[in-house]
């Protein structure tokens, strides 16, 4: 427990707080509503479905008022280096920002679902109780109205017996918003399941911007929706903060949209990926961060996330793309059938921003672990510690060993300068053929690597975690490692389990804190 509370501590500490909240407002406004002597006649009317709609409406104000914030990427770039004196620890539960959204929206989710079963019930029971069906107290406390507004508002909103449950929900402002906001909610999260959002991103993409319709719907659905119950219940208290913030979001990107970028150099790699060098004026960035990508003649709307994989110290910056979905094909196309000498189609740049991997630098050791594509961020921080080194920079921490999976890199500049210990990689192969095999039978004492080259030879398989994380605890028996993940869900659960059992309480031994990237 003590190792798990080393890299999860503060993070469980925010999620029972937030937990906490949420149960504190469904409690305290059932118990409001359930008990309170001023709606002792409403609940004569609709029995316990009035706090069993009530108290969700509570919670689901909370997390509307939280569900835009973790998406505010430039609020939480600011927020990032704003945190610098707070340590690592506190700016690693701003690399959690999607995981903390997806929890809010399953909140909002849940809420909805409670909420929306207790207003039909309501609605059931308004129309009863009009009808005469719950006795004679329930039918007059239906006619009674409010004589302040001349008769215009009653304690039971039905009016007429020919009027329906389905009817009320679908002729009233407050049934019509709340069909939509739920259908807008219902299409968001399905279409952000892990397989639809990875094999149809345009699907994601546009279907996640139904949240406008969603938080309109939402304001109209409240100011209609028996808001006198209580003034605290209104959503657009709640919400009109995190909707500005998000509006200036919007502007900045938009303002940066208008920005032009121009081409350094664009390169096709093997394996149908593409190298962009771009420039744009004023552009500062920092190690492992990424940009969002637009380009116009694709589509006017969609930005795509890319880790930059040039160094700050370089004057431009770069991305790798590899062909992965539609976007990409039709960007990787474009490129391909470009003229000899022309330049590439318009493309806008937002960003840059702040990762997990901006920390590398605040760590000893560095155990940095890339798969596939994921190898791209951890192209910048070599690059930016090569260009440390050779500089003498006197803010270059991670100054004695760089453990890094799966990368070649440096290997020929280190030699020559005789610093083979300063950077230490593995590379492995986990699929492969029989003919390859064949090969490399047959090669197998050669100096260098038949895939690579490097004198570094080729592991063949995955990588066995436990040898290696003991071998760099038994290598640094007295340091902070920061372990830096860009790869699949998978493997980040696997590392964040070696991390936990190889640290020690022990402040003067070894700890190993994960890290991950989060788009």
Request: aromatic share 14%; with cysteine.
């Amino acid at each position: 427990m003590s190792n798990w509370i080393i890299n999860h501590g503060l993070s469980a500490f925010i999620l029972v707080v937030w937990m906490g909240i949420n149960i504190f407002l469904f409690v305290y406004y059932y118990l409001f509503y359930d008990q309170g002597p001023q709606f002792e006649y409403t609940r004569e009317l609709l029995g316990a479905a009035l706090p069993w709609a009530r108290a969700p409406a509570a919670v689901l104000n909370f997390n509307c008022m939280l569900i835009l914030l973790p998406v505010c990427r430039n609020l939480l770039s600011l927020l990032r280096g704003s945190f610098i004196c707070c340590g690592r620890t506190m700016r690693k539960q701003l690399d959690k920002n999607l995981t903390f959204h997806k929890l809010v929206a399953y909140m909002i989710a849940l809420m909805t679902a409670v909420h929306t079963v207790a207003h039909l019930l309501n609605v059931e029971w308004y129309t009863n109780s009009f009808q005469g069906r719950y006795g004679p107290l329930a039918e007059n406390l239906s006619m009674l109205d409010d004589s302040r507004e001349l008769n215009t508002t009653y304690l039971n909103p039905i009016r007429s017996n020919s009027t329906t449950p389905t009817l009320f929900v679908f002729t009233t402002i407050a049934g019509l918003t709340g069909v939509v906001i739920t259908l807008a909610l219902i299409l968001m999260i399905t279409s952000s399941m892990e397989v639809i959002r990875r094999s149809y991103f345009e699907v994601f993409w546009y279907t996640h911007h139904l949240f406008i319709i969603f938080f309109a719907g939402l304001v109209f659905h409240v100011l209609t929706d028996f808001n006198w119950l209580n003034p605290l219940l209104q959503t657009w208290m709640w919400v009109i903060g995190p909707m500005i913030i998000y509006l200036c979001e919007r502007l900045l990107r938009f303002i940066r949209y208008m920005q032009p970028v121009s081409y350094r150099k664009i390169v096709i790699r093997p394996s149908k990926v593409l190298e962009l060098q771009l420039v744009k004026p004023g552009f500062k960035m920092q190690v492992g961060q990424y940009v969002f990508l637009n380009c116009p003649a694709i589509s006017q709307l969609e930005w795509h996330p890319f880790t930059m994989t040039s160094a700050p110290e370089e004057d431009f910056f770069s991305v790798h793309i590899r062909s992965v979905g539609d976007w990409t094909e039709k960007l990787i196309k474009m490129v391909e059938n470009l003229p000899e000498g022309g330049q590439g189609p318009k493309m806008a740049v937002d960003g840059p921003f702040g990762t997990a991997s901006e920390d590398v630098f605040d760590y000893e050791v560095s155990m940095l672990v890339g798969a596939g594509i994921g190898v791209t961020p951890f192209a910048s921080i070599l690059k930016s510690i090569w260009y440390k080194f050779k500089d003498s920079d006197p803010k270059l921490r991670t100054n004695r060993h760089n453990h890094f999976y799966l990368l070649q890199v440096l290997e020929k500049e280190t030699e020559e300068r005789g610093m083979r210990d300063f950077l230490t990689y593995k590379l492995y192969l986990t699929g492969w053929d029989q003919s390859h095999v064949n090969h490399a039978m047959v090669h197998f004492d050669k100096d260098t690597d038949i895939i690579t080259g490097l004198k570094q030879k080729t592991h063949y398989g995955r990588p066995n975690w436990d040898k290696e994380f003991e071998q760099v605890k038994q290598e640094n028996p007295s340091s902070v490692v920061g372990t830096f993940l860009c790869g699949p869900q998978a493997l980040a659960k696997d590392l964040e389990k070696k991390c936990v059992k190889y640290s020690d309480v022990d402040p003067r031994k070894t700890k190993f804190y994960f890290n991950k990237e989060n788009f």
